[in-house]
């Protein structure tokens, strides 16, 4: 899946001029705090609107300034992980994960299943979020992700929350997790090492400018 981003946002002290063309697959978004990372991201997602750009999604513009296209986020069919997971705390594991889906009735019970297998949570289901562990929490919140089809994942800084005993265990579940997931995965993390076994590509980013693209190994 292709994207072209171009976005232009002004904050006090703070200037984006964000650009990249991405051909599928994974993408690492490197930098330091306050560089623009998750921002590029909320942008892309529509949950922030940038001041004037382009967003274009698999041959799909989601938006343009100049053409006056703002698609609502969640008409955009892109999932974003937050940092903190952002699961309902009123609701089990099972109605977190079922909220995000288009099924109803035994196709939705089927595929809330299949989701508990996929990420060991099989025992779970009926724990509210306060009961679950960091990486429990993550779980979840990806399978709630996945659970609404999107056609890109983005991961703002996925393990920031976890403490670092955790994580690379959790980074290496997350590939396996991932693993049969069709869609680009987009993630942002100021971890080289994170960015080195996840993402294929890398781009990194300063002072809210991209300074170079290229593969990953490279």
Do not use: W
């Not at 999604?57 to 609502?72: C, E, F, L, N, Q």
């Not at 025992?123 to 509210?128: D, F």
């Not at 929490?137 to 800084?157: F, G, H, N, Y």
């Not at 100021?190 to 991209?210: K, M, N, P, T, W």
């Amino acid at each position: 899946m292709a994207l072209s981003v171009e976005l232009h946002k002004k904050f006090k002290g703070f200037r984006m001029d964000v650009a990249f063309e991405h051909d599928g697959g994974s993408l690492g978004i490197l930098g330091g705090s306050g560089m623009g990372k998750s921002m590029t991201l909320k942008m892309i997602a529509g949950l922030v609107k940038p001041d004037s750009g382009k967003v274009i999604v698999d041959g799909r513009t989601v938006y343009d300034s100049a053409a006056k296209i703002d698609m609502p986020a969640r008409e955009r069919h892109i999932g974003y992980l937050f940092q903190q997971y952002a699961l309902f705390p009123t609701m089990t594991v099972t109605e977190n994960i079922g909220i995000a889906m288009k099924k109803s009735g035994d196709a939705k019970k089927k595929e809330i299943d299949r989701l508990l297998e996929q990420f060991a949570l099989q025992n779970l289901g009926e724990r509210m979020p306060n009961e679950l562990s960091g990486g429990q929490q993550q779980r979840v919140a990806l399978a709630r992700i996945l659970a609404s089809e999107p056609q890109m994942l983005l991961l703002d800084e996925p393990f920031s929350a976890l403490d670092s005993f955790l994580k690379e265990q959790l980074l290496e579940d997350m590939i396996r997790q991932l693993s049969d997931y069709a869609g680009d995965v987009i993630m942002v993390s100021h971890s080289r090492d994170e960015i080195y076994q996840f993402c294929d590509r890398l781009l990194i980013l300063d002072q809210g400018r991209v300074i170079v693209t290229g593969d990953t190994k490279d």
